[in-house]
């Protein structure tokens, strides 16, 4: 070995990587997809109760769209953006990138929930 | 009488101020000029050199110890929020589903610590605080922030 050969782990940036892409990381990345796809499915869920329980109030105005909608949004956009990083790195290092995106997006959930929790009291508050 | 530089040639203990019959009173510690005016010089000299990598060390395990603390201070209210915002499920399926999702919750911040260990094993230590950081900000209890704790 000379001592100018770069190590394998040198370029592994998230830029630079020439690797192919190995079967599998689509693997992983499938079972990853099915994990978040539970949030996304409980996102659109979300996105067609909270309406009709609020139309039920009479505040069907009052709908927080917006909070629906970042509350679809961040699984899907957490998924992407895990798969773009993962794709062409080691196999350890995809399952920790999809471990730590599925984390986020629960703890977020949560946060969404809590959100949700907090603009409907100011919303009753504000009657 | 002879001088501490001579002490060990001489038997005479009597002029010993370390000997406890001894007729001379021992010199008060802070007085003796006995080292040489070299090794001041020498000590100031030297740690120049030596401390410039243990110093970015010690700041980086500093660093470390302050965001491991943060993430234990997040633990424990994602633990002391989360049960505000569970709603009890309907069905099995998913009753286990809301239960991984609570674990990964409580979880998030220490899962987003050891990865960002992993992920930058080969990386700068700007790279990997940066990581870190952003799992702060990722995974903030929001549920106990906005809620605070439940009963």
Redesign the interface.
Known sequence: MSAIET?P??P??ILAPKKPISVLTLIIAAVFGLLFA??VYQAIANLIELPKSYAAIGLADSVPWAVLVIGLAIPVILYVVAFAIALRRPV??TV??F??A???V??????I???H??TFDLLIASL | MVGDDEKALSWDEVSDPTHVDSVVEPAPKGVEPASPAVEPAAAVVEPVETPVKPATGSFLLVSYGILGGVVLLYTVGWLLGIRDVVFVSRDTLSAVASTIAQVLAIAAPAIWFGGSFVLTRASKPIVRLLVLLLGLVATIPLPFILLGASS
């Open positions: 190590p782990e040198q592994q940036s539970y949030f350890l290092d920790v990138i471990v730590m599925l984390a986020t629960a703890a977020f959930g949560y946060g929930v809590a959100i929790r907090v």
